[in-house]
């Protein structure tokens, strides 16, 4: 009886050992280093890059997208995820009215801070969304889709609203402490 019990739990040991091999390890959190909308209403108006984030959509009138640029560093990452949290605090640094539900691009090149328009900035790549970011007020947004890391180099990201849901605004001033706004995950 005893030595069997001793088989198992060896056994147990040595089944738990394999999976923790290839479970995912969270290696880096990043902030955006550029976050820079662009206007339908001003299309040739360069914003540069803001401390706050804003995206809007309101059919018939203002659509405001949203460029976010990562420098990523080297660090052997495999797979890249946004993030989007936005914890309640006593003075809530941001504002979500609507469905809080954007879609989230890929693009062609970086985003160029000082100088890209609603007119003239990156173009999608791919075509398709790489997924989308359910906002969720005074929590962590759901967020679909992972990408694989470009490593020591920029990733950048197009965001605007998931258009079927109708109205939304979302805005926020980044911030780290507590974490408020958009981040990237790094997995390996
Ligand atoms: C968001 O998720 C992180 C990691 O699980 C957690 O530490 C943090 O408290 C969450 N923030 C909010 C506002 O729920």
Known sequence: MKSS?????????AALAVPSHTTPQLIDTLFPHYLVPVKSLQPDTPFGTQHT???????????VALIAGFDVPDNGATTCCLNFV???TSSNSWIVTGSGILNYYGLSRPVDHVHDTWNHRPERFPQYSLGQIEVI??????????????????????????????????????LDIPVTGLTMQMWA
């Open 86 to 88: 936005l914890p309640w």
């Open 5 to 13: 019990f001793t088989l198992v739990s060896l056994f147990t040991a």
């Open 137 to 174: 007020r005074g929590g962590n947004g759901t967020v679909t889709g992972s990408i694989p890391c470009h490593l020591g180099t920029r990733m950048d990201f197009e965001l605007v609203a998931f258009k079927p849901y109708g109205y939304t605004t979302v805005s926020w001033y980044e």
């Open 53 to 63: 984030g804003t995206i809007i959509w309101e059919r018939g009138n203002e659509e």
